[in-house]
């Protein structure tokens, strides 16, 4: 029952549904109602199917110094909430597109205020709106007409073959089933350093007799990441393409180089009727190192960098270690926040295709902040096994001014290195 503000204040003593307060409690009672609260702007968030979360938070605080974003910048649930309280439109907002979806203050909040579910899906109205950061709007219209985000060519997709020295098998031609899909993905089909990679695990499959196949000019990128920035009808239409081509192929089991595709088709393709098994590559290849005849020794002191998409997310944090500690004379140093506790690269949820727009929020790139603790534990090589980071923090080491110190390498390339 809504109680009258004057008499609380003035009055010794009020009586609230027949009961009588006190002055004392009076002032408690005043102290603690809010008499103008506007929740329109919280209401417009939670109204929507999937951000309902957003409602439940407590103020507690715990996600505050787990968001990585806060690290380098002002960010997290509890200062959205706390702006929402206040009124503004985050739907016009540019928090909207800082999260990287990395799942660290969900893993912390005792509320499951869950930011995975609710950014996409005000990301989605504001792409309805076209009201999208112009660096994003360009990854959107390069994924639509060519297939992957950078706007390469469909028909070169494969093309990073040419150069593996070894056969690998292509669906279309070999015209049989195999016991798993390799899907390449984008950056490992196009980008130079994801490229040396992709031709470093076809060797690596080839060595240990594997039976696998490519999709090759038929694959199309599995839009995960522009899924989480907000694009649902590209997500959709990808999946259902690249859905069909498994059915298409009889294929039961994919193995990813790329985290993102390894939540995607775990997640969120069974729900378009997907039906098939997903492994990343170091889960497919920890349980093999034995087989492989390492003649090198490295002799390198390396730290790993968990993806968020492949640990927090998916929850494989020993495959990878597994397959570097395998690796002769490799000694493994872990940075401070690893695990389910590592830090993200800023390259998920759409990051990694808003590195202008987020330089204008933060003190520094994520990817920046996280090669600087490399580069404190004393490690010569920052091993990873996601796609988007490998250029990502190489490019933070040249802008820390870290050159020297500290290399940036696949995990597949390390195990290649010492065959
Ligand atoms: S941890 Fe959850 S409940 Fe606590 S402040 Fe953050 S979002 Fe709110
Ligand atoms: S998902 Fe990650 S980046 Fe987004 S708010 Fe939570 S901790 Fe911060």
Not at 378 to 391: I, K, M, N, T
Request: with cysteine.
């Amino acid at each position: 029952m809504p109680v009258d503000k004057s008499q609380i204040i003035e009055k010794e003593s009020v009586t609230v549904e027949g009961i009588e307060l006190t002055a004392d409690w009076n002032r408690m009672f005043e102290q603690r109602v809010v008499f103008d609260y506007d929740t329109d702007a919280l209401d417009k968030v939670t109204d929507l199917a999937n951000a309902e979360s957003m409602g439940w938070c407590y103020q507690c605080g715990q996600c505050i110094p787990v968001c990585p974003v806060d690290a380098v910048g002002e960010y997290g649930p509890l200062k959205i909430f706390r702006k929402l309280q206040q009124g503004q439109d985050l739907f016009n907002h540019d928090d909207l597109w800082k999260c990287t979806t990395c799942m660290n203050c969900l893993r912390v909040c005792p509320k499951e205020v869950d930011m995975i579910k609710i950014m996409p899906a005000i990301r989605e109205e504001a792409v309805l709106e076209a009201n999208v950061p112009q660096e994003l709007q360009e990854v959107f219209e390069n994924t639509f007409e060519y297939g992957n985000p950078m706007g390469e060519s469909q028909r070169k997709r494969a093309d990073w073959i040419k150069d593996a020295g070894v056969d690998v098998p292509i669906m279309k031609e070999i015209k049989r089933k195999v016991d798993f899909l390799w899907f390449v993905e984008c950056y490992p089909a196009y980008h130079g350093r994801g490229q040396e990679a992709s031709r470093a695990l076809a060797r690596v499959m080839n060595l240990l007799n594997l039976d696998y196949g490519i999709l090759g000019t038929e694959e199309k990128c599995s839009c995960d990441s522009q899924r989480l920035a907000g694009e649902t009808g590209l997500f959709e239409e990808f999946a259902e393409h690249n859905i069909g081509l498994f059915n298409k192929y009889k294929v039961k089991k994919v193995m990813v180089t790329d985290p993102h595709a390894l939540n995607a088709f775990r997640k969120e393709y069974p729900k378009l009727g997907g039906k098939f098994e997903t492994i990343h590559y170091t889960t497919m290849l920890a349980p093999l190192m034995e087989q492989l005849n390492f003649t090198k020794k490295l002799n390198y002191k390396v730290t790993f960098h968990d993806p968020c998409y492949l640990g927090r997310h998916n929850g494989e944090f020993d495959a990878p270690r597994n397959c570097l500690t395998a690796i002769p004379g490799i000694e493994l140093i872990e940075m401070g926040r690893c695990r389910e506790q590592s830090y993200c690269c800023g390259g998920g949820g759409g990051g990694m295709w808003l590195d202008g727009f987020m330089a204008d929020h933060v003190t520094e790139r994520l990817s920046e902040n996280r090669v600087r603790e490399a580069v404190e534990t004393g490690a010569d090589v920052l091993a990873v096994c996601c796609p988007y980071e490998v250029s990502r923090f190489e490019d933070a080491i040249k802008s820390t001014g870290n050159e020297g110190k500290l290399i940036v390498r696949d995990i597949i390339e390390l195990i290649e290195e010492a065959l």
